[in-house]
C-alpha cells in the first residue's frame, strides 16, 4: 500500500494542479516584483509587468536568474521581506564558487519541512521509524531540512550531522535505525566500515536510506543497497530554493517527483535560453511559487536532466526529473570531448571497483592530461606490477570506449584515496590554476 504525507497534493490531477500553479505564480511575480528591486529592474529590462503574468503560459515572459546574480545581489538583494520576519538564514556547500545565502520566514522553513517529510514517507517512513540524519547539520541544508521532515512525519529522530563513523555505526545499531539519511558517497563509506566489521546487511536494522545532494549512478545504488541490504532513494534540491525535498523518489526508483506544487519546472536550452518541450534533456530552472523571503523566479539551477509526466505506479501525479547526472560545471571538456565524473563511476562499479576515485586534469604543453585513480579492492593489492598493469589497461580501455578518450588508469593502495563525509570531490582541475 502506497503512503502519502500529502494525499490531496501529491496525487493531484495535473490539470488542476497547472490551476494551482498559476493561481500562485501570478501572486508570487507581484510580491518580487513589489519587494525586490533587483528583480524588478531586470523585469523592466524585459519590458515585462505583472500584468503580462496571467499563468504559467506566461512563466516564459519572465527573466531568469543565475547564480552570478546571486552572488551579485549577496547578501540582501533578493530579500523579500524584511529582516524581522526571517527566522533562518543557511548557505550553500561552496562546490563551485562563493556561497550564496538563503533566508526562510517561519512559512518558508514549514513548507521545506513538509517537502522532506514527503520524501521519509515515500521512502516507506512512519512514526513507527527511527531516522538517523547523518547530512551535516549548520548551514547546509541537508541535516536542517532532513530533519524537520523526520519530525513532521513523527519519526524518532537521532540527529547525528556527519562524521564520526564508528559512532553512526554504533548508534545505528543500539538504537535501531531504520532509515538512513546523508549523502550517497558517506553512505558508501559507512557501508565500507561496516563491511570491515565484518557485519552484513543482516546485522544493521535499516530498510531505507535517503540519499542526495550529489550526484549519484545507478550502480552506485546498487552498491548501496548491498552493501547496507536497504533501498536507496534518491532526494534532490539545492539552497537556493530551500534545500533537500525539491524532489523525491518513490518505490518506483525511476527519477524524482517534483514538489511542484511549491517548485516550478522548465527545461531550457543552457545555450539559448529557450523552453524545450517535455522529454528534452536540458537545464533545470526553477520558480518557487511559495517562498516568502527569498523567493526565486525561473532560477538557472546548471543541473542537467530530463522531465517527464509518465504515469507513476506510486499513485503520485507530481511531474518527474530524471538523476541529474552533473551539473553543467562538473563537465569536463577534455582534449575537446565533454566527460561526466559521473560516466566514470559507472565504469568502476560496472568493472567492480569500488566507488573511491580522483579525476585529475592537469595541461602540459597544449595538450589535456587526464588521470584517473582508482582504488584496488584489498584482493588486488597483493598482485604482481604486471598483473595491476594489465588491470589499470583494461580499466583505461573501458574508460576509453565510454567516454571517446584514454585516461591514464593509477591503482592505487586500498585506502589511499580521502573518503567523504558530505559531498564527494571527485574531480581536480589543475588548468583553472593556471588560467
Ligand atoms: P552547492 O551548490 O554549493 O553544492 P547546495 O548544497 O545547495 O550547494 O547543492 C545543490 C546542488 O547539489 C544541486 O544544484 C545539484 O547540483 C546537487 N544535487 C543535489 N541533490 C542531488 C541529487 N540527488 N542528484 C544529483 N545532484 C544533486
Ligand atoms: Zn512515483
Not at 516550478?264 to 537545464?283: M, N, R, W
Not at 585516461?407 to 584515496?417: D, E
Request: with cysteine; charged share 25%; glycine share 8%.
Amino acid at each position: 500500500m502506497q503512503n502519502y504525507y500529502q494525499k490531496e497534493i501529491e496525487t493531484m490531477p495535473v490539470e488542476e494542479m497547472k490551476q494551482l500553479q498559476s493561481e500562485k505564480l501570478v501572486k508570487q511575480v507581484k510580491h518580487v516584483y513589489e519587494n525586490v528591486p533587483y528583480y524588478r529592474d531586470l523585469m523592466d529590462k524585459k519590458g515585462v509587468t505583472p500584468d503580462d503574468i496571467k499563468g504559467i503560459d506566461d512563466l516564459h515572459k519572465l527573466p531568469f536568474l543565475t547564480k552570478a546574480d546571486l552572488r551579485d545581489a549577496y547578501p540582501y538583494g533578493l530579500l523579500a521581506k524584511p529582516l524581522s520576519d526571517c527566522v533562518r538564514i543557511q548557505s550553500t556547500s561552496g562546490t563551485t564558487g562563493r556561497r550564496v545565502v538563503a533566508f526562510y520566514t517561519q512559512n518558508d522553513v514549514d513548507l521545506w519541512e513538509d517537502c522532506c517529510a514527503r520524501a521519509i514517507v515515500a521512502a516507506g517512513g512512519t512514526n513507527e521509524d527511527v531516522c538517523q540524519v547523518a547530512y551535516g547539520y549548520g548551514l547546509f541544508t541537508g541535516g536542517p531540512g532532513l530533519n524537520g521532515g523526520s519530525h513532521k512525519v513523527g519519526c524518532l529522530t537521532l540527529p547525528m550531522s556527519s562524521g564520526n563513523t564508528e559512532r553512526q555505526i554504533q548508534f545505528m545499531t543500539d538504537l535501531s535505525a531504520t532509515i538512513l539519511c546523508c549523502t550517497p558517497s558517506y553512505a558508501a563509506y559507512i557501508g565500507e566500515t561496516l563491511q570491515e566489521k565484518g557485519l552484513g546487511p543482516d546485522d544493521i536494522p535499516l530498510k531505507a536510506g535517503i540519499f542526495g545532494a550529489e550526484p549519484w549512478t545507478e550502480e552506485m545504488r546498487r552498491n548501496i543497497e548491498n552493501t547496507l541490504g536497504i533501498k536507496a532513494y534518491d532526494i534532490y534540491g539545492l539552497t537556493e530554493t530551500s534545500g533537500p525535498g525539491v524532489a523525491f523518489e518513490c518505490s518506483e526508483q525511476t527519477g524524482m517527483h517534483i514538489n511542484e506544487d511549491h517548485f516550478l519546472a522548465e527545461i531550457i536550452d543552457p545555450d539559448t535560453g529557450e523552453v524545450l518541450p517535455e522529454g528534452s534533456k536540458g537545464e533545470l530552472v526553477f520558480t518557487s511559487l511559495d517562498k516568502e523571503a527569498f523567493p526565486l523566479l525561473r532560477y538557472r539551477t546548471r543541473d542537467i536532466c530530463v522531465l517527464s509526466r509518465k504515469k507513476c505506479s506510486c499513485g503520485r501525479t507530481l511531474i518527474k526529473m530524471a538523476k541529474p547526472m552533473g551539473r553543467s560545471d562538473d563537465m569536463m571538456i577534455i582534449r575537446g570531448v565533454n566527460v561526466f565524473p559521473s560516466q566514470i563511476e559507472t565504469v568502476l562499479l560496472n568493472e567492480g571497483y569500488q566507488p573511491n576515485y580522483q579525476i585529475v586534469v592537469d595541461r602540459k604543453g597544449n595538450t589535456d592530461t587526464f588521470d584517473v585513480n582508482v582504488e584496488m579492492n584489498a584482493d588486488q593489492f597483493t598482485d604482481t606490477v604486471s598483473g595491476v598493469t594489465a588491470k589499470e589497461k583494461a580499466l583505461a580501455n573501458a574508460m576509453k570506449t565510454m567516454l571517446g578518450i584514454n585516461p591514464a588508469v593509477h591503482l592505487v593502495a586500498p585506502k589511499s584515496i580521502v573518503r567523504s563525509e558530505g559531498k564527494a570531490v571527485r574531480v581536480i582541475d589543475k588548468r583553472k590554476l593556471h588560467d
